[in-house]
C-alpha cells in the first residue's frame, strides 16, 4: 500500500476541508459532464458521456434478430447490456473479459433499463447495449446508465421515459453527492441510484445498490439528494439528444 | 418548426388523440420514441427520426429471397422480421414449376405486406399492379426514416427524380429504392437520394437536389 493510502486510513489525510470537498465542489455538486449523441457510425444509437474522470461510451443495436435462436422471447423483445472495462480504463491493468464485478453490473444495468424500454411492441427480437469504459473513476456504473439511455433514444428504441442514474456517498459523516474514487475507497458509504425520469419527473426507481453503512436518515436524505443529482443530469441528455437534431427540419416532408 | 420531442415527454392530457409514436398511461399522452412532433386539435403523434423498419399491413417493400421452402419463400426485408411469401400469394406460380424456377435464392422482390400475426410473422403477397421480380435496375439501400424524405411532400421530391430524369422508382417503406432506366441517368438518380439521405436540414433541399440534377445533366450532355 502506498504511504499516502496508509495516512488516509489512520485519518491524516481529510478528504473533506472546510466544508469543501478535495476537489473542491460542494456536497451536493455533480462532477463536470459532457455528452455526445449519435458518435458511432455503425451502430443504430451511440453516446459518448465524460463524468469527472470517467469517459465511456455506448452503443445500441436493434431491434434485431436474437442468436442463438432459442434465446427469443415469442412475446416480448430480450434486452441485453454489456458493461466492460478497457484493460487502460484503470490505474492497475485489468485483465481483459468479464469479472464478477461487471457481470452483476450488467445484470442490474439492464433491469433498470428494462423499466423503461418498451419491450412488447418487438416480440422474437433483441435489443443489444454495449458499454465500454475507457476511462474509469468511482461512479462507472451509473455514467455507463446515463449513456445507455441517450443511446437507446438515439437508436430510436420506443421507450416510456428515460434513465438518470447518480451515486451518493458518505465521506467522514456527510453525504456527498457523484463521489470521487478517493470518496468512494475511503468513505464510509456508496449508494448507487437510478431513477425513472418522464417529463422532467422521477416516476420511480431504478436501480439502488449500496454497500457501507448508514443510518435509516441518512438513507432516506440520499435519496433526495441523488434525485435532485439526477434531474440535472436528465437536462443534459435531452440538451445533447436535442442539439444533434435540432438542425434537421422535416416539415417539408409528408 | 416542429419541435424536437423524447421518449416520456407529456404531449396530451386527452387520451383520444393518441397517434402513432405515443402511448397513453393513466390518461395521459406521451411520446415513446426520438421524433417530430405533430400536434392538432384532433391528433398528437411524433414522426420518428430514428429507428428500424418496423412492417405495417399494406407496406410495399423491396424483399430478397433468403431461403425456399415446400409452401414460399423467406424473404429479408431489411427489418427485425422476415417476411414470408406463400406459393398461393405468387401469381406467377404455376402448378408444373418448382418454387425455386419462379424465384432463386438472393432474387429481389417488389412486394406488399397483407398480414403481421401477433407473433410478428409477416405475409406477404405478390397479387399487386406494384409487386414483381426485379430482374433488371438497380436498387439503392437508405435508413428506412429517411423514407419520408425521399418521397417528399405529397410526392414531390420522387416526382422531381422521375420527371427530369425520366426513370422509373419504387421507394418500398423499408429503405430500399428500385431505380430502372438509361444506366448514366439511374447514376444521377443514386447519387441524388444518396444526398437526400445525407443532407439532415432539408430547408431548401428539393431546389438544391433540381440543381444538382440539371448540373449533372449538363456534364452528360457536354460529353
Given at each position: 500500500?502506498?504511504?499516502?493510502?496508509?495516512?488516509?486510513?489512520?485519518?491524516?489525510?481529510?478528504?473533506?476541508?472546510?466544508?469543501?470537498?478535495?476537489?473542491?465542489?460542494?456536497?451536493?455538486?455533480?462532477?463536470?459532464?459532457?455528452?455526445?449523441?449519435?458518435?458511432?457510425?455503425?451502430?443504430?444509437?451511440?453516446?459518448?458521456?465524460?463524468?469527472?474522470?470517467?469517459?465511456?461510451?455506448?452503443?445500441?443495436?436493434?431491434?434485431?434478430?436474437?442468436?442463438?435462436?432459442?434465446?427469443?422471447?415469442?412475446?416480448?423483445?430480450?434486452?441485453?447490456?454489456?458493461?466492460?472495462?478497457?484493460?487502460?480504463?484503470?490505474?492497475?491493468?485489468?485483465?481483459?473479459?468479464?469479472?464478477?464485478?461487471?457481470?452483476?453490473i450488467s445484470k442490474v444495468s439492464r433491469e433498470a433499463l428494462e423499466a423503461v424500454i418498451m419491450k412488447e411492441l418487438f416480440p422474437r427480437c433483441g435489443i443489444d447495449v454495449f458499454v465500454e469504459v475507457l476511462q474509469a473513476d468511482a461512479g462507472s456504473r451509473t455514467a455507463c446508465l446515463n449513456a445507455a439511455s441517450v443511446a437507446l433514444v438515439d437508436a430510436g428504441v420506443p421507450m416510456r421515459g428515460m434513465i438518470s442514474s447518480v451515486a451518493v456517498a458518505?465521506?467522514?459523516?456527510?453525504?456527498?453527492?457523484?463521489?470521487?474514487?478517493?470518496?468512494?475507497?475511503?468513505?464510509?458509504?456508496?449508494?448507487?441510484?437510478?431513477?425513472?425520469?418522464?417529463?422532467?419527473?422521477?416516476?420511480?426507481?431504478?436501480?439502488?445498490?449500496?454497500?457501507?453503512?448508514?443510518?435509516?436518515?441518512?438513507?432516506?436524505?440520499?435519496?433526495?439528494?441523488?434525485?435532485?443529482?439526477?434531474?440535472?443530469?436528465?437536462?443534459?441528455?435531452?440538451?445533447?439528444?436535442?442539439?444533434?437534431?435540432?438542425?434537421?427540419?422535416?416539415?417539408?416532408?409528408? | 418548426m416542429r419541435s424536437i420531442v423524447l421518449p416520456g415527454e407529456l404531449l396530451a392530457t386527452n387520451p383520444k388523440v393518441a397517434g402513432s409514436g405515443t402511448y397513453v398511461e393513466n390518461g395521459k399522452v406521451y411520446a415513446k420514441v426520438l421524433g417530430l412532433l405533430d400536434k392538432t386539435d384532433t391528433s398528437v403523434r411524433v414522426i420518428p427520426l430514428r429507428g428500424r423498419y418496423i412492417p405495417s399491413i399494406g407496406d410495399i417493400v423491396i424483399g430478397i429471397v433468403r431461403e425456399i421452402t415446400a409452401n414460399g419463400w423467406v424473404v429479408d426485408i431489411n427489418s427485425p422480421y422476415q417476411g414470408f411469401l406463400p406459393i398461393q400469394e405468387n401469381p406467377e406460380m404455376k402448378p408444373d414449376k418448382k418454387p425455386n424456377e419462379v424465384l432463386d435464392i438472393?432474387?429481389?422482390?417488389?412486394?406488399?405486406?397483407?398480414?403481421?400475426?401477433?407473433?410478428?410473422?409477416?405475409?406477404?403477397?405478390?397479387?399487386?399492379?406494384?409487386?414483381?421480380?426485379?430482374?433488371?435496375?438497380?436498387?439503392?439501400?437508405?435508413?428506412?426514416?429517411?423514407?419520408?424524405?425521399?418521397?417528399?411532400?405529397?410526392?414531390?421530391?420522387?416526382?422531381?427524380?422521375?420527371?427530369?430524369?425520366?426513370v422509373q422508382i419504387i421507394v418500398g417503406k423499408n429503405g430500399l429504392i428500385w431505380i430502372s432506366g438509361d444506366r448514366r441517368k439511374v447514376n444521377i438518380a443514386e447519387e441524388a437520394i444518396y444526398i437526400i439521405e445525407a443532407e439532415a436540414h432539408t430547408e431548401g433541399l428539393t431546389d438544391r437536389i433540381t440543381e444538382f440534377i440539371k448540373k449533372r445533366k449538363g456534364e452528360l450532355n457536354g460529353q
Open positions: 500500500m502506498a504511504s499516502e493510502d496508509v495516512k488516509r486510513l489512520k485519518g491524516e489525510i481529510k478528504l473533506i476541508v472546510d466544508g469543501k470537498r478535495l476537489d473542491g465542489r460542494a456536497f451536493d455538486e455533480l462532477r463536470p459532464i459532457k455528452i455526445e449523441a449519435g458518435v458511432l457510425k455503425r451502430a443504430d444509437g451511440s453516446c459518448y458521456l465524460e463524468m469527472g474522470k470517467n469517459k465511456v461510451v455506448a452503443a445500441v443495436y436493434g431491434p434485431r434478430e436474437v442468436h442463438p435462436r432459442h434465446l427469443q422471447d415469442p412475446i416480448k423483445a430480450v434486452v441485453r447490456y454489456r458493461y466492460n472495462m478497457a484493460p487502460f480504463s484503470v490505474e492497475e491493468r485489468k485483465r481483459p473479459g468479464p469479472d464478477r464485478r461487471s457481470i452483476e458518505k465521506v467522514e459523516g456527510h453525504l456527498v453527492l457523484d463521489p470521487t474514487k478517493e470518496e468512494d475507497f475511503y468513505g464510509e458509504a456508496d449508494i448507487p441510484f437510478a431513477f425513472f425520469i418522464r417529463n422532467d419527473k422521477i416516476e420511480s426507481i431504478a436501480l439502488l445498490q449500496m454497500d457501507g453503512r448508514v443510518t435509516k436518515s441518512e438513507l432516506m436524505e440520499a435519496l433526495q439528494m441523488a434525485k435532485k443529482g439526477a434531474l440535472e443530469i436528465y437536462r443534459m441528455q435531452k440538451e445533447a439528444i436535442k442539439s444533434r437534431y435540432i438542425i434537421e427540419e422535416a416539415d417539408e416532408n409528408e | 438472393d432474387d429481389i422482390i417488389i412486394t406488399k405486406i397483407i398480414n403481421i400475426d401477433p407473433k410478428m410473422k409477416v405475409t406477404l403477397t405478390m397479387k399487386d399492379k406494384m409487386c414483381r421480380a426485379i430482374r433488371f435496375g438497380r436498387v439503392v439501400a437508405i435508413n428506412p426514416a429517411r423514407v419520408p424524405r425521399v418521397i417528399g411532400k405529397k410526392g414531390s421530391m420522387i416526382k422531381l427524380l422521375k420527371s427530369e430524369l425520366g
